[in-house]
């Protein structure tokens, strides 16, 4: 059995290794087996008589926690096992925090230690109340706009004429005319006043990362920034003007409605909002955006190509984003993303962790570089794709000419093309025959 989410291996004790049960302990659990290679084949312990009276009073003296410590096999081929069930509360080795995420134990700082902990108390941040705001501090205009989207979705019955606050307490966003977190994000006038970085920085790149053409940033509330970054888009940034209203559309040749709009809203409720602005991209190709916070635990990316359940790392922003008729509450936002962009006859998007944060990207075109690549093409078949993509057709003595290659290396590789379904041959067999892009 391989390492993984519950268990590692170590040939021999090493007094560092509370800090990998420390992680199991503030994760799903696990088993710490001492004795064995990487591949979970066992070498055997020398000194396991020590072991089996030291551990214990390790575990117990600087994690101030119970597991349980086994002897298996029989000398030269025998091993220890350290079984560390889940704990509710937070657990330190000294002074610091470990979480174990897939097969490897990390430490938390910064932000993702703050989340930790605050979830750890059996709270979320966004449920967390803001002593320094009022209801003052939130934009009515904002909460008017939510109200008219609520009275659409039918998802929630809406007073008229109810007041601020007594909106606030229906959607469990104030108690005692105290506001919480979420009240700040949703609704704040400027909650860049209260949390620095709510805020998408939007930016048009030309062929790499470090060719920054020019940049947007837009800030404010929640709602704010869900309506004002569409529009933003649609005037400096997208070559073809999308209507965002329509969020079932299919742009073909364009990105999809439903799928641009399922990533901005994804990164608005799982964002960490403790940590840096979302960033959205906008490249000649392809489109991501990025927000700070990792996967819940448990959930993996493989995992969002299909049907998952949904673990929003902000709970209450997402409960009113629901009732607002935004989200859905069935873990569906990435299959939305997917399904559109397959109807819209796009690649695949890809999704991925990067820097604390989790990167969605979407492609416009199945014949830009990168997903040439991706296929396998050398740079000789790319240039073959791009020759198409401005000429009817490419036949064998052409692809020979504009790569400087031989009969025999260019027929291997044309039929390569229409093996992978790239391109369709035509035309008589021989010299009358040339290939054309398969759309």
Known sequence: MPEDQNIEYKQSWHDDWPKIICGFANAKGGRLQVGKRDDGNITGLINYNRLMEDIPNKIKNHLGIIAEVNLFGTEPNNFVEIIVPEYSVAISYHSRYYLRTGSTTLELIGSALADFLIRKSGRTWDDLFEDRAFVDDLDMSSQIKFMNAAEKSGRIIIEDNISGISLLEKLRLSDNQKIKHAAIILFGTDPGRFYPNISVKIGRFGKSDDDLKYQEVIEGNLFKILFEVPEMLNNKFLTKRIDFEGLQRIEKGEYPVAALREMLLNALVHKNYSGAQIQLRVYDDKISIWNEGTLPEGLSFEALKRQHPSRPRNPLIADVCFKGGFIDAW?????????????????????KEMDGGVLVTIFKDIYSEDQLKKLGLNERQIKAVFFLQENEKITNAIYQRIN??????????????????????SGSSGRGSYYTLKK
């Open 331 to 351: 873990g569906r936002g990435t299959l939305k993303i997917i399904n559109s962009c397959k109807e819209a006859g796009l690649p695949e998007p890809e999704f």
């Open 404 to 425: 400087k290659i031989g009969k025999s290396t260019a027929t291997e590789e044309l039929q390569s093309l229409v093996d992978k379904e790239i391109f369709s041959t």
